[in-house]
């Protein structure tokens, strides 16, 4: 099986409200790195290629580059949010459904990939693009390094098995299940869905 690897730089701040470490309770950044390694167990095409790399690889960067740098990774109810939005109303925001730890930047940057269809080029077969990730034509795993030596590496089998490691991947729907590369937005599941596609939402109970 080959497997095709991308690995992007980037900056971001984070912080968690669930923690008694008055450092990780401070917003503070990062030069993370994001790894997306991509599986199929395909043979080469007429190009003796699995596939062009600038073909798997351009909406992963742009995501990357245009979203995701220098934002601000916070949990969607972080009780900060109503001063920043205050003072700097067009902040950088990037919620996530609970607190931005490596572990939940890898598991919402993986749903995003499926999402964005990276990797759908691999299969050579004509059912659904969920189907395609139940029966394995092409895996993604993602690792997520948050400093030169610390990282967390994600390799479910498929989504299913990713939602129930993140239990709060049920409270919340947002742009990790959108497949455009700009969004930005998050609402709790119970809320009345809003129309279009806002590029940030501070949720509230």
């Known amino acids: 099986m080959f497997a095709l690897r991308f690995e992007y730089r980037f900056e971001a701040a984070h912080r968690f409200t669930k923690t008694e470490s008055i450092p990780c309770m401070t917003p503070h950044g990062h030069t993370w790195k994001a790894a997306l390694a991509i599986k199929s167990p395909q043979p080469l095409n007429s190009c003796e290629m699995v596939e062009e790399f600038g073909v798997l690889k351009k909406d992963w960067k742009q995501f990357l580059t245009a979203i995701a740098d220098h934002s601000f990774f916070h949990h969607a109810e972080d009780p900060i949010l109503p001063a920043l939005w205050q003072h700097v109303p067009s902040f950088r925001s990037l919620p996530f459904p609970g607190d931005p730890t490596t572990e ?21 077969f004509e059912h659904s693009l969920r189907q395609q990730r139940l029966e394995n034509d092409f895996q993604m795993t993602m690792e997520i390094f948050e400093t030169p030596t610390n990282s967390i590496a994600l390799d479910p089998k498929n989504l299913e098995v990713l939602e129930k490691f993140v239990p709060s991947f049920s409270d919340f729907e947002g742009w990790w299940e959108d497949p455009a590369v700009d969004a930005r937005w998050i609402r709790r599941r119970d809320k009345k869905a809003q129309s279009g596609r806002p590029t940030a939402v501070l949720v509230t109970t």
């Open 104 to 124: 939940m930047i890898a598991a919402c940057f993986l749903k995003k990939a499926y999402a964005m269809g990276i990797g759908k080029t691999l299969s050579r």
